[in-house]
Nanobody, 119 residues
Framework: EVQLVESGGGLVQAGGSLRLSCAAS????????IGWFRQAPGKEREEISC????????YYVDSVKGRFTISANNAKRTVYLQMNGLKPEDTGVYYC????????????WGPGTQVTVSS
């Protein structure tokens, strides 16, 4: 059974930092992508960052560039999102997602972790 579990969310003041972790298990593929999505209150879920396990290439949405850094420990199948310079607009539920282009049915989500940034 594929599982993704996020951790590291919490309440932080504006300008602070948090590090989120996404631990994946239950699959043996070595070429997949892990993305971090954010769903702010009243808004649609959006992908804010992604990393490829095969070549380490990364993606960031413009609103987090220069503040957030995604990294991976492939041996542990764990992806991290270091979030610095947090702003109140970063508040939301953060989800990780595992997907694989060659296998569309490989599309799994974690339960999410709440991040709240106070002003």
């Amino acid at each position: 059974e594929v599982q993704l579990v996020e951790s590291g969310g919490g309440l932080v003041q504006a300008g602070g930092s948090l590090r989120l972790s996404c631990a994946a298990s239950g699959f043996t593929y070595n070429d997949y992508a892990i993305g971090w999505f954010r769903q702010a209150p009243g808004k649609e879920r959006e992908e804010i960052s992604c990393i490829s396990s095969s070549d380490g290439s990364t993606y960031y949405v413009d609103s987090v560039k220069g503040r957030f850094t995604i990294s991976a420990n492939n041996a542990k199948r764990t992806v991290y999102l270091q979030m610095n310079g947090l702003k109140p607009e970063d508040t939301g539920v953060y989800y990780c997602n595992s997907r694989r282009a060659m296998t569309p049915r490989h599309n799994y989500w974690g339960p999410g972790t709440q991040v709240t940034v106070s002003s």
